[in-house]
């Protein structure tokens, strides 16, 4: 075992050297920038990752609970499937870490990487004539054979230690979660410095040991504000960790109710039968669709809600206690899950419920602190020790702090979604490209298919539209996402997947229908393994 473990090192030598001019770079080495390496190997691309692991998010900002929320074969990048896909439970976090791993190993990925290497600050060397252009970049070419882009690079080691290269693309994969907490604001005299007890945010909970949390959480009064995955993950933590005498509750602050899953199935059916096959897509609405699909969509819009969300939403009422606990949200099930909001809810959850080791408050109007805990905007108290802010993570901010102005300002539209064309390309930002910031059912398959599409544009399989064409194809699709769901402001793609894939396979030239018959294409589900390469 050790002389394996001893090659498997060997194996996994890192890049120690970086060209003064480069072709492409890559920023973050989690799932995305891992699929991009993979599909850009063809130009020698430099991985920048800030921290001495790869695995992004699953490796350093999960909790020792954290579980996929898609089922395994759903989840596989598809050259590369699990070893064990056929096991039904849902992968720990150490499994996918493991699994990035030895996706890394197969194709000899660790050569692209710089570990310890992160990118603080980003200057454009294009000048005007690849700026506000008509075409993108200037000419529409994402490849010029020139410098666009100069990164400048510390090393953990030594933040002052700051070296700067140049390349001509650059794959900002820094993704959407971890790093940049997203913090609640309080009028003065509200917020956390008047309270005596602690607070800490998800990600610093993120950095504790198995010991160190339940040290940190057993006999105390804890509040877990949010009711979403990493705030139930936390408050079953926090439920386990107070089990036996002298533990305490731990109380949920419900600001936003969501529609909650305990699997996928649904009073006996496979979930994907609602809405991951072409036939259960057709009648949603898709970005920049005709006329004639745009009446089809509007005739069956009773059907999607009165229909299939109310069947959904029946089983989810009598499989779950939300009645008991004021949980069941008013608005219909499909827009939770068309802007991916839908959680699944880890074992036992609701049996610590029962127990009284979990409690429920709604916070819909607003909540402070207190000396002594919570007050809600009702002036109901909640007595506290210790709050958890469950508040979710500011990843657009992550771009912010690199990118330079004009760019900065233009990284996010009217709507707070990032406009991006084909989920990729910022018609207005030359010579870069964004992977890992579209959200699915299956956000590795999302991921991988635009790192395979983007591979396609800079080898020339394809070129862009027009600026003011992208723009408008941009604008379409957040007009259909406003009009599907009011949680609009998270750009999912959940009930138009497969037109989605279709319109990137079809850039590329390659086959759009990709099932072996007829009756197959309409009513078997999609998912990564009919996108293997031809």
């Excluded at 635009?450 to 957040?478: I, K, N, Q, Y």
Aim: aromatic share 12%; net charge neutral.
């Amino acid at each position: 075992m050790a002389a394996k473990q001893q090659k498997q090192q060997e194996e996994r030598c890192t890049r120690e050297v970086v060209p003064q001019v480069g072709r492409v770079a890559i920023i973050g080495g989690g799932i995305s920038g891992l699929a991009a390496a993979k599909q850009l190997a063809a130009h020698d691309p430099v991985v920048f990752e800030a921290t001495p692991y790869i695995g992004g998010v699953w490796k350093h900002c999960a909790y020792r609970s954290t579980r996929l929320q898609t089922p395994r074969p759903d989840y596989e990048f598809s050259d590369m499937a699990w070893r064990n896909r056929d096991d039904p439970a849902f992968p720990t976090h150490g499994e996918i870490v493991d699994y990035l791993e030895d996706y890394a190993d197969k194709f000899g990925l660790w050569r692209y990487i710089m570990l310890r290497s992160k990118v603080v600050a980003v200057k454009f060397l294009g000048g005007p004539s690849a700026g506000f252009t008509e075409l993108w970049s200037g000419t529409g070419e994402p490849l010029q054979g020139k410098p666009m882009w100069e990164l400048a690079v510390s090393t953990a080691d030594d933040s002052d230690d700051v070296q700067l290269y140049k390349f001509e693309f650059v794959v900002m994969c820094t993704g959407k979660y971890g790093d940049v907490a997203r913090m609640p604001v309080f009028p003065p005299g509200k917020g956390p410095e008047v309270f005596k007890g602690k607070v800490m945010h998800s990600l610093d909970y993120c950095k504790l040991n198995e010991q160190e949390t339940v040290e940190l959480m057993r006999g105390k009064k804890v509040v877990v504000v949010g009711y979403k995955k990493s705030a139930i993950d936390l408050a079953l933590e926090c439920a386990e960790a107070n089990q036996g005498e002298g533990g305490q509750p731990c109380t949920m602050l419900v600001r936003t109710l969501h529609w909650v899953v305990p699997s996928y199935s649904i009073w006996g059916l496979p979930f994907f039968l609602f809405y991951s096959t072409r036939f259960s897509q057709l009648f949603y609405e898709r970005p920049n669709q005709g006329i004639f699909r745009s009446l089809l969509c509007r005739l069956m819009t009773p059907l999607q809600k009165a229909g299939v969300s109310k069947f959904i939403e029946s089983y989810l009422s009598w499989k779950l206690p939300l009645s008991k606990y004021g949980l069941r949200p008013e608005h219909p099930f499909v827009e939770d899950y068309a802007s991916c909001q839908m959680a699944i809810l880890p074992d036992g959850f609701f049996d610590m419920a029962d127990r009284d080791l979990i409690r429920f408050r709604r916070s819909a109007g607003g909540w402070c602190f207190s000396e002594n805990g919570v007050v809600l905007n009702d002036g109901t108290h909640v007595d506290a020790d210790l709050v958890f802010l469950a508040t979710g993570f500011e990843g657009k901010d992550k771009l912010r702090a690199v990118l330079p102005e004009p760019f900065r300002g233009l990284i996010v539209n009217k709507s707070s979604m990032m406009p991006l064309y084909r989920g990729t390309i910022h018609p207005l930002i030359p010579n870069m490209a964004f992977v890992g910031y579209v959200e699915s059912v299956s956000n590795l398959h999302t991921s991988e298919l635009r790192c395979r599409w983007l591979a396609g544009l800079l080898g020339g399989r394809f070129s862009l539209p027009a600026v003011e064409e992208m723009v408008r194809h941009v604008d379409g699709e957040t007009e259909a996402m406003r009009r599907t769901t009011r949680f609009y402001r998270r750009h999912c793609i959940s009930t138009y997947s497969i037109h989605d894939s279709d319109a990137m396979c079809a850039d590329l030239g390659s086959r759009v229908h990709r099932k072996s018959n007829f009756l197959a294409e309409l009513f078997a589900p999609y998912n990564n393994q009919d996108y293997k390469e031809e």
